[in-house]
Structures are given as C-alpha cells and as structure tokens.
C-alpha cells in the first residue's frame, strides 16, 4: 500500500478545461473548423481535437457524452433544482448535505461535482517541451506564481511528480495527472480540459506565449490560474444557463466562432448565487480577435446596462467558494494518513479554527487526529 493512498486519492478526484479571451485574442487561429454535436452544440475542431468554448478540450468520452446527452457527463439532464447525489469524495457524504451543512450557496459554474471528475491532490508534470527549451526557467516561475496563488487562496493542491512513474508500480493503473507544455504562438490559445478526464492517465494543459507575459510576472499569471482552474474542474461564468438576466450576448458582432465560446451549460453543473462579474473564468467584453468579432471596437456581451465587463486576474472570492466546496488541502504523504495543511477554508473561505481542522482530520483518518510520524515526501514546484 505504500506510496498508493494520496495518489490513489488523485486518481480518484480529478478534472481539465483552458483558458482566457485574452489568449485567443492575439494569435491568429490555425486550421480549425466547426462541428454541431447532434445534441445542437457547437464545437470547435482544431487539428486532433475537439475544444468547447475556445480553449477546453474535449476528451474522447466527453465529447461521445456532449454529442449524445448534452452534457459532459453523459449522465442525464440534472439542474440545479435536482437532488444531488453525488456522494463528496473526500468527506463521503452526500454533497448536497455538505453544502447545506456549510451553508454555502453562491459559487461559480462549473461541471458536475462527481467524484469520478474531481482531484484529491493535483498530480502534474512539466512536459517535455518545458524542460528542453532555454526559456525553462521563465517558464516554471510563472507556472510556480500560478500554483502557489491557487495554493494560497484555496484548498486545491497540487503534487509535482516531474520524473516520477507515470503508472502505479505496485497496481499497474496509469495515475492520471497533468502534463503542463508550452505551446508557443503557432497554436490557437492555451486550453485544458475540463476536470480529471474520465479516461485517466495524461491529459495535457497547454500554454501559449500570451500566458508568459514579459517579465516580472506580478499579477499576469492569469491565464495559468484560468486553465489550471479549468483543469479543477471549473468552466467559463458567461456559460452559465441564467447568465441572460445579468449579460446581454452581441450576436450580430460574433463570428461563428464567437459564438460557440457563448453556448450555455444547461444541465450537469453546478452553480448557485449570482453572476460574478470578477470570476478569473469571466471573458472581457472586448476582444481583438477578428476570429471572434467582425467589430473589434464593439463588446461581443456586455452587462444588461451596456457596461463593459472585465474578467477578474486573480480568484475571487467566488471563484474560491466553488473550488473550496470540492477541496481539502492534504499534505503528500508516503502513507495512507490524509494529513490536512494548516490552513483549511470552509465552503464560505472562512479558516478552520485548530480544533476544527484536528476534528476534521480524525474524522478522515478512523478518528486518529495524529499523522504517523515520518510519512510526508518532497513536494517542490
Ligand atoms: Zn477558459
């Protein structure tokens, strides 16, 4: 059992999807055309893949489920008003009774929180094309920004396994996780799928020269944050299915391309409270993709009022609501102990007191609050 518990617990919870407006807007678009899935939503085909909404990349059985049910659990059509079953995958209760026991009810949209899609800890890697290039470092400290930034502000983590088995040596099952690779400016945009892909082993998280602004970094690490939050499992706000009663869509403006970065998530989400105009997974009114618009100098949406609408560069509060409902914040171990960090966040972002968090943690561990001494391995970005 060595060595299986937290990366079983990976395996067991994780998720994909990619990234901002503002990384299509500067690079024109390769040979791409459009597909409508019989269920009426449009996707992108671009070389190999099938991306939703601009930069979310659609695996195998996402896209058979999207294509069938709609959705992209391929489960049918639950809404928000439904129960939701779904068992919580670290807390192994219903997450319906977990949100009410917290009393947490706004978050931002993102998929269906089923166990099979979520993350424990976040296994990645650096790819290839990452660690031979003489820009390698530049590009590990904006990735390292972007990591610890989530890291700080929520209960997400992240496992650097970078040179370590890709399948389980004692189960023989692929680990699935996330292979970070530079993409350069002859792709489209950076992107990521959606949540832990539902066929394990590696699913990639691309970045383009727009997510590596000049240095120094400061807060333009954005769209690393946005396609690791999609790789978590969060999608974009203005899919949301109410998003009409706060966004007023320019469709005379948009291209079909444009058009498809707007389809609404009707079912299979999970979202509640009000449009959140700062969320990191918010597009700008504006871009200056002519692949997008035929006016650059017109919005493609704006707020109800015409005002224009400029997405958030860090998580806001909201955006860590969502992530903290799905999330504990466990430390890598070697043993089957679910060790908690320090701080951990409620539904609400409110820090657990010390006696919570020793509560919480006995209750993950048979009622043992002590970890086993001697248990954590390295984990360094
Ligand atoms: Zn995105």
Redesign the pocket.
Known sequence: MKRTSILLLASLLVFS????PEIDTEIKSENSEFVTLKSGIIVEKRGDEYIL????ILSPMQLKALDEKGNLSGEDGKTKDSPDTTIHPVFNIPVAAVEKKEGTLPRNLGMNADPYRLWAMVRFTYGPSILNHPNKDYFINGIKLALNHIQDNTNVRFYNATGQPTVDPTWGFAYPYIEINYVGNLSASSSSHIGRRPEGGKQELKLADFAFPNPPFDNDYSTIV??LC?AIGMM?EQNRPDRDQYVSIKTNNLTTKGLAQFTKVTTNYSYFGAYDFSSI?GYDSYTSSTDHVNNTSLPMYTKLNGDPIVSGTLLSGLDRIWLNNYHLPYIARSDVYRELADVVYDGNNNILTPSQRLQLQAQLNNGNSTPPAGGRIPNDF
């Open positions: 999807c990619s990234k901002n909404g601009g930069d979310m946005h396609e999609h974009h997974m």
